[in-house]
């Protein structure tokens, strides 16, 4: 498994950024597909993003209709880590934020998720 700590949560004003980081330990950052989840108050847990690399060592980054256009997932593999940009906040992006890897590639797709982080709090205010 691979341990994983986010950091980069705040308070921030309706249309304004915040960049979360996610920390992954493991020598197989480089190969697992990283996830972004949220879940606010009352709802079940969703996806946000996730950043993976098909066959042919080609990365790709797959986005929920809610956050396209606004979010931006990236990775560095020399520092083990993830980014979630967001920009253009809104109230309803409000909730807790956790990373998640797999070593599955379609793990989109499939959801078997190997590793979760304990999450951040954004909070969105309008």
């Known amino acids: 498994q691979v341990r994983l700590v986010e950091s980069g949560g705040g308070l921030v004003q309706a249309g304004g950024s915040l960049r979360l980081s996610c920390a992954a330990s493991g020598r197989t950052f480089s190969s697992n597909t990283m996830g972004w989840f949220r879940q606010a108050p009352g709802k079940e847990r969703e996806f946000v993003a996730a950043?993976?690399?098909?066959?042919?060592?080609?990365?790709?980054?797959d986005y929920a209709d809610s956050v396209k256009g606004r979010f931006t997932i990236s990775r560095d593999n020399a520092k083990n880590t993830v980014y979630l940009q967001m920009n253009s906040l809104k109230p309803e992006d409000t909730a807790v934020y956790c990373c998640?890897?797999?070593?599955?590639?379609?793990?989109?797709?499939?959801?078997?998720?190997?590793?979760w982080g304990q999450g951040t709090q954004v909070t969105v205010s309008s």
């Open positions: 950043h993976g690399w098909r066959a042919g060592s080609v990365y790709y980054a």
């Open positions: 998640a890897a797999a070593t599955d590639r379609r793990a989109v797709v499939s959801g078997t998720w190997d590793s």
